[in-house]
């Protein structure tokens, strides 16, 4: 059984920064993509950022400049710094883990964390 575990949410000031991580257990391959996305109260999930195995990143406009994607694949991990936050900044984020396709054990596989709360609030 696939989990991702999350950790490093919490309550910061605006302007401040919070660094989140993520690890998958029980995985028998390595992701193709991992990421975040995030949902705000009364809006739809939306994507934040994510690492693909060829180490390209994809950046929301809404945090480019400000949020920085890593991570190691072969491990599968990843982490968002997130730097400048704003009030805006506040929701539920999830880390996301995505396997296209295995030629042993075919797919595709998705996987989501429990997620972790951001608030960004003076």
């Known amino acids: 059984q696939v989990q991702l575990a999350e950790s490093g949410g919490g309550l910061v000031q605006p302007g401040g920064s919070l660094r989140l991580s993520c690890a998958a257990s029980?995985?028998?391959?390595?992701?193709?993509?991992m990421g975040w996305y995030r949902q705000a109260p009364g809006k739809e999930r939306e994507l934040v950022a994510k690492?693909?195995?060829?180490?390209?990143?994809t950046y929301a406009d809404a945090v480019k400049g400000r949020f920085t994607i890593s991570g190691d694949n072969v491990r599968n991990t990843v982490y968002l710094q997130m730097n400048s936050l704003k009030p805006e900044d506040t929701a539920v984020y999830y880390c996301?883990?995505?396997?296209?396709?295995?030629?042993?054990?075919?797919?595709?596989?998705?996987?989501w964390g429990q997620g972790t709360q951001v608030t960004v609030s003076s």
């Open positions: 996301h883990a995505h396997k296209y396709y295995s030629s042993v054990f075919g797919g595709p596989y998705v996987y």
């Open positions: 029980g995985s028998i391959f390595s992701f193709d993509t």
């Open positions: 690492l693909t195995s060829g180490r390209s990143t």
